[in-house]
């Protein structure tokens, strides 16, 4: 397949489930390559209308766990209008347990992570990442546990992803020269704060490679070296000031960065 196959997951809890089994499925037909996008908690027809259009106008599939039957027979109806291929992952399961077991099901979403405290934990800090991802609300650096500080393409967003797998809430904020940092940022432990180093020549390349994926000469300012030591020297003071600790991420993959950092705030 040339193109990377785009699959909607639908949940009436958080999708994790659904997510699994559609990776499962896809990776018996190519080597990973493939987009899924999560829409989680659906409780209502509307949610599921704006997904299917969607899906239509991608061309993508739906795969879904809903646990009220009203719901599931709503999007499997809106597949078949739009013809959308959509796999109902918990429907025929259900169906068959209940005539085994020959009474309703209790038909209450996410009972599977009911009492495991870890697991709302870690759901609780990937929705945290999300929402104060890239500076977007620095009231957030206030509640985090870790902040990390760094020019773009220093891969703070899939530390902050790979971190909250961890049960660890992070803020992650981005350093641009023209705009000032956030006052919070002076006003938290300087311990939680963690500054994401990164060679002039590594930045270089990796944002060269950035532009050309988005079909961009890499010629542009944003990979232009005098501007890479100007983010850079803006970074530094800043650090500097803050008086926080750093990690080289310049030659290291973000699973070997996520797991420095974590060692760095048990200490």
């Known amino acids: 397949m040339g193109v990377k196959p785009l699959v909607y997951v639908l949940s009436d809890s958080v999708g994790e489930t659904a997510e699994l089994v559609i990776k499962a499925g896809l990776s018996q037909f190519n080597n990973g390559e493939y987009n899924i996008q999560r829409v989680p908690y659906v409780e209502d027809k509307k949610t599921i209308d704006e997904t299917v259009q969607i899906v239509q106008e991608k061309q993508g599939i739906i795969g879904f766990t809903l646990v009220d039957p009203i719901l599931r027979k709503y999007l499997n109806t809106k597949a078949k209008e739009k013809d959308i291929e959509a796999i109902d992952i918990m429907g025929p399961m259900m169906d068959a347990m209940e005539k085994f077991f020959d009474h309703n099901p209790r038909l ?13 934990k870690r759901v609780e800090a990937i929705e945290f990442a999300v929402k104060y991802d890239d500076g977007r609300d620095p009231r957030g650096i206030a509640r985090a546990d870790i902040i990390l500080i760094g020019v773009s393409r220093t891969s703070k967003t899939p530390l902050s992803q790979y971190l909250a797998h961890k049960r660890l809430k992070v803020a992650n904020v981005p350093i641009v020269p023209e705009v000032d940092p956030p006052e919070e940022l002076y006003e938290v432990d300087p311990r939680k704060c963690i500054g994401l180093q990164i060679s002039p020549e590594k ?63 048990k200490k």
């Open 203 to 265: 930045l270089n390349e990796i944002r060269r490679e950035r532009l050309k994926a988005l079909g961009l000469g890499d010629q542009a300012t944003y990979a232009n070296m005098e501007r890479i030591h100007q983010e850079l020297e803006c970074f530094d003071d800043l650090v500097n000031k803050i008086g926080c600790r750093t990690v080289d991420v310049s030659n290291k993959a973000v699973e070997e960065t996520a797991n420095i950092i974590s060692h760095m705030i």
């Open 108 to 120: 209450e979403p996410g009972l599977v992570h009911k009492l495991d405290e870890d697991y709302f």
